[in-house]
C-alpha cells in the first residue's frame, strides 16, 4: 500500500539554526502539503504544492515539490522557539480525487532558546 | 477563518461505555474526516464523509462508527470503548468539488485526548 516516510523522526536544534526535513513516497503525487502541528492542538496547513519543481515559501518556511514527484523538502530559516511542534507532510490517498490524504508519521522539532 | 470545533479537548471514559465525539465546522465543506493520532504513527484516517449520509471506511475503522446527519456536522461514535482506543481524535473538512487542489487542503479541529480507563 502507499507509504510516507518522514526524515527525521525528531530534532533537536539551537534558536537561530536552519532546520531541513523531507518526506518520500512510494508512489507519485500530484500534490504534497505540509503541516504543523502545536502542542496540544490540531494540524496547520502550512504550504501546498501542486507543481513538481514547484518552491513555495511562506515566511521563514520554504518547500520544494521533488522533480521524481515523489518527494517534498521543507526548510525551516532561522528556527525560533514557536516553531517547536510535529510537522507532517502529506498527500494525496489513492488514484482518484476524494480529497483524502496520507500523512508521514511526523518531525518533532525542539528550539533550544 | 476556517473553523472546525470539536465537543471536547479532553475526555475520560470507562471501558465498555459508549462515547460519543462531535465535531461541527462552519465553512460549508462537504469533506468531513475523522483521524487517530498516535506517536510516530502519524494521523491515520477512522471515517471519511464526503456528503450527508455518505460515508467511507478509512485505515482503521474498526471499533468506530460515524454519522452525518447535517453537512456541518460529523459525529465519530465508540460503540464500547476500550482501552486501546485511548488516543488523541482529531476532525477535519475539506471542500470537495470546487476545486480538485482545495479539496486536499484539510482543516483540524484541536482535536480531543480520549483516555479509556
Known amino acids: 500500500g502507499q507509504q510516507l516516510n518522514q526524515s527525521p523522526q525528531s530534532m533537536f536544534i539551537q534558536e537561530g539554526e536552519d532546520v531541513s526535513m523531507n518526506c518520500t513516497s512510494s508512489?507519485?503525487?500530484?500534490?504534497w502539503l505540509w503541516y504543523k502541528q502545536d502542542p496540544g492542538e490540531g494540524p496547520v496547513l502550512l504550504i501546498a504544492?501542486?507543481?513538481?519543481?514547484e518552491l513555495t515559501s511562506n515566511g521563514r518556511l520554504t518547500a520544494q515539490f521533488g522533480i521524481t514527484r515523489k518527494d517534498s523538502f521543507l526548510n525551516i530559516s532561522a528556527s525560533i522557539p514557536s516553531d517547536v511542534g510535529i510537522y507532517f507532510c502529506?498527500?494525496?490517498?489513492?488514484?482518484?480525487?476524494?480529497?483524502?490524504?496520507?500523512f508521514g508519521q511526523g518531525t518533532t522539532l525542539q528550539v533550544k532558546p | 477563518d476556517v473553523k472546525v470545533t470539536q465537543s471536547s479537548r479532553y475526555l475520560v471514559k470507562r471501558t465498555g461505555e459508549k462515547v460519543f465525539l462531535e465535531c461541527v465546522q462552519d465553512?460549508?465543506?462537504?469533506?468531513m474526516f475523522w483521524y487517530r493520532q498516535d506517536p510516530g504513527l502519524g494521523l491515520r484516517l477512522i471515517y471519511f464523509?464526503?456528503?450527508?449520509?455518505?460515508?467511507e471506511k478509512g485505515d482503521i475503522p474498526e471499533g468506530y462508527s460515524v454519522s452525518r446527519e447535517k453537512k456541518e456536522r460529523f459525529s465519530l461514535i465508540l460503540e464500547s470503548a476500550s482501552t486501546n482506543q485511548t488516543s488523541m481524535y482529531l476532525c477535519?473538512?475539506?471542500?470537495?468539488?470546487?476545486?480538485?487542489?482545495?479539496?486536499?487542503?484539510?482543516?483540524f479541529g484541536p482535536g480531543t485526548r480520549l483516555t479509556v480507563t
Open positions: 508512489s507519485i503525487f500530484n500534490t
Open positions: 502529506a498527500g494525496p490517498f489513492g488514484s482518484s480525487n476524494t480529497g483524502k490524504l496520507i
Open positions: 464523509s464526503y456528503d450527508v449520509k455518505m460515508k
Open positions: 465553512m460549508d465543506h462537504e469533506n
Open positions: 504544492l501542486y507543481k513538481a519543481g
Open positions: 477535519a473538512s475539506s471542500f470537495r468539488f470546487q476545486d480538485y487542489r482545495t479539496a486536499y487542503e484539510q482543516y
